[in-house]
């Protein structure tokens, strides 16, 4: 007996399952979840988390849409999802901090999955919200609420029907057309020049992980690591009251540029206004500010538009004539690894954090040749919060490199970045690119070839393509962003067959990932 009334429950409740499936997705149109992958992990798991939540909301919506009650256990899973669904949203920004440095195709493939994500994630918040207080609209009232949306959008032609597409060859289509100089429009006009010949540079690369790096010193503690919110090691610098980090670094010029990218994780609305990332620039590397002489600015992590940058000087013991507190809101850009750029020339020092000049002092520095040491401190930061930083480059020159392409008809340069094994050019090097376009309006019968050289790492056939497509990214950056005519720039690279320092060592190979640009 036991044994039948069991069988017949199995015959009930598939015919009940047959009957009501068809209807549990009455609800609303279900979101699709991309089928391939972006090949950024955090992006890829961020997608995957928000259409897991969304598949478990949208499985109780549609229970809802058929009238089944929800029981106890179902709203405590809803009141879960909704923590969850929080927790990720807030994730968001910094997953978006990894798309610097990929390619515009993967950037526009990433950046359409992470808004289908959002929209799946704002979808299981208002449902779920709803369900738990008993709200959910029916299918006809979201219907009406749809249709009014349409009718207030503006219409290009009332008499066309829009033609659907499958929603992957929407995705194709979306990053074909994508200008591959997009990414690079915001930094046009921007001014910094790096300078072009390299006195240090540590991408901490031939560091192990949990080691501290082999070209610093200090006197607190800090160690190279791996995230997998950005790419390579990185060096995390550990606060505390009077800790120093420094750099190899022991005879600056007169001029010359400091370049490095920051990576913070754990920062908040809770984040001191205080916390601050300070660099100075010393007449000792003893582990003070400085004996008789130092400048030092400071970047604010605090997460509100009362952001401040702070420059400070001191000189010959009695003090500086600058303490100023300089406003700046970079609550977001501290978020999203920014590129923090500082350009030193004589007595003048400016500071740029992206594409924005936020500090230009020309008589910062009130006595020249006496500061000769870099370093590097963190403050006030809670034990929750961490400041990492990478590819540190110091490098004497930075100035006008127009003139010296017009008087001495060539000049090279290592200023020019780009992605790793790559042609895609960092926007930050644009102000390089932006000098030689100049160069190129001011004088409209000048024709330049373009030479792209690396370094040695990799296959020598690989390094050829290679430098090849790096001096042909650059030309296209000079014809699409500041419109030269194509047919005054010819392109060629040389890979890593004339090399100009040594190969064996970071700053060597630095020196040699370059670019040339040749009057014809």
Partial sequence: MRKSFIFKQIILTSIIICFVTPNLEAQTKKLKRPKSKVGINSVDRFVKESFDLYDKVYKYDAYAATGTPLEDEDLDVLEDAIEEITVLSESAPDILSDLEGKGAVKQAKATLQINRAKKALK?????????????????????????????????????????????????????????????????????????????????????????????????????VIRTNKAEGNWFEMIHGNSIFYIPDVNQLPEDYTIEFDVLTSGLSKHTSMFAALTVVISDSDNFVNGKEHYAKISIPFVQNSNGKINCHNYFNRSGGDINSYIKADISKEVLNQPHI?????????????????????????????????????????????HVFIKNLKVAEGGVDLRRKLLSEGKISTNGILFDSGSSNIQPQSLGIVRQISQVLMQDETIKLKIIGHTDADGPDDTNLKLSKDRAHAVKDALVSIYKISSERLTTDGKGETQPVDDNNTADGKAQNRRVEFIKI
């Fill in 123 to 223: 979808y299981s918040i208002k449902t779920a919200k709803e369900l738990l207080l008993g709200q959910r609209q029916s299918q006809e009232e979201e219907e009406e609420e749809e249709e009014e949306e349409e009718e207030t959008a503006p219409q290009t032609d009332s008499n066309k029907e829009p033609k659907q597409q499958p929603q992957e060859t929407q995705e194709n289509e979306e990053i074909e057309n994508l200008n591959v100089s997009d990414q690079l429009e915001i930094y046009s006009k921007y001014d910094f020049v790096p300078g072009d010949n390299a006195l240090f540079f540590d991408d901490f690369s031939q560091d192990f992980v949990g080691d501290f790096p082999s070209k610093w010193n200090t006197n607190g503690s800090g160690e």
């Fill in 341 to 385: 750029a500082i350009s030193v020339t004589k007595k003048r020092l400016r500071l740029w954090v992206n594409e924005t000049k936020h500090v230009d002092i020309p008589r910062f520095i009130e006595e020249l040749n006496v500061l000769n040491y870099l370093k590097f401190s963190v403050s006030s930061l809670k034990d929750v919060e």
